[in-house]
């Protein structure tokens, strides 16, 4: 399974991954918005990768995917498919040292097209924090409409939260 992108790859987690993944999952501003906390141990991660490699991105659940750069893992894309196989949500990571040059936006641009084009799922979902600015801003520029805030709504990371909604249908992406 490998998806290509201009100048990336979208591919499954190899336990040569646990190195590059624990570091940028490591690095605080990358853990803030994010379900797990900084820093992740070298292992926990060599047991992560392991388990994504063994997923089935066909099947109902969470699968990630590895974002490769000339053979560099820079981050991650989580997609969370429905029962229905015809809807899903999406999440994604980047490493800070490749933040800035759009990469972010091509992988997510790659899967939506395999998603919408190849899969002809009806609709990807997203939510982030309302303080993470720059996701809301990537799922925006990718065509996402904001649908919903939550006030207050989650207690992560001991504080209440905002949740900005997302959604983005196939025929809104497609035309």
């Known amino acids: 399974m490998f998806l290509q992108t201009e100048r990336l790859g979208l591919r499954r987690f190899t336990t040569a991954d646990a190195q590059a ?4 999952r ?17 292992a926990d991660a060599l047991e992560l990768v392991e388990d994504f490699g063994q997923g089935d991105p ?16 820079i981050g991650d894309l989580g997609l969370n498919l429905h029962d229905n196989l015809m809807q899903a949500e999406l999440g994604f990571t980047l490493s800070p040292a490749y933040q800035g040059n759009g990469y972010a936006t091509e992988a997510v641009r790659g899967l939506l097209d395999h998603l919408f084009i190849e899969r002809d799922l009806h609709r990807v979902s997203a939510e982030c924090d309302a303080r993470n600015t720059a ?13 919903g805030l939550r006030l207050s709504n989650s207690w992560f990371k ?3 939260t905002d949740d900005l909604l997302f959604g983005l249908l196939r025929n809104d992406y497609l035309s």
């Open 26 to 42: 490591s690095e605080p501003e990358v853990a803030r918005y994010q379900s797990w906390d900084a820093p992740v141990s070298l």
């Open 58 to 73: 066909a099947v109902p659940g969470w699968f990630q995917y590895a974002i490769d750069l000339d053979g560099v893992l």
């Open 135 to 147: 996701s809301a801003r990537l799922l925006e520029r990718v065509g996402f409409r904001q649908e």
């Open 21 to 24: 993944f624990a570091a940028y």
């Open 158 to 160: 001991g504080e209440w």
